[in-house]
């Protein structure tokens, strides 16, 4: 049992990480394992219903550091070649505009500070 207080503060934060990533680690094996039993079907709708689905918690998981990118990278290619192989098709997803920047209204010109001269 830690003694130090910063010690027991990281034995707490460790134990709600560790909660934290199992519930994503549960979400993806289980969003995968419904993957296989689509496949395990043959309905190319529910197939790549089933893919979306596995690959947004492949997502997920990556971008909160429970799997390295590689290996989402990875299984999202192995899922999309084991949908295409089962003759779902290819899910189209529409790419997100980049939100347009207004222009900050100019209302006055800037005013320049003098530079003191007490510099040599």
């Not at 549960?26 to 995968?32: D, M, V, Y």
């Not at 043959?42 to 429970?66: H, T, Y």
């Not at 290819?90 to 003191?116: C, E, Q, R, T």
Request: net charge positive; glycine share 2%.
């Amino acid at each position: 049992m830690p003694i130090i207080k910063s010690a027991k503060k990281r034995v707490k934060v460790a134990a709600k990480a560790n909660t934290r990533n199992s519930r994503v680690r549960r979400s993806l094996r289980g969003s995968i394992k419904a993957f296989n039993a689509a496949l395990a079907s043959g309905k190319p709708a529910l197939i790549a219903k089933a893919e979306r689905d596995a690959a947004s918690a492949i997502d997920v998981a990556a971008k909160k550091n429970v799997i390295h990118k590689n290996k989402a990278a990875r299984k999202k290619s192995q899922i999309a070649t084991a949908a295409k192989a089962a003759g779902a098709k290819p899910s189209k997803v529409a790419a997100k505009k980049a939100p347009v920047k207004k222009k900050p209204v100019a209302s006055k010109p800037a005013v320049k500070k003098p530079v003191s001269k007490t510099r040599k």
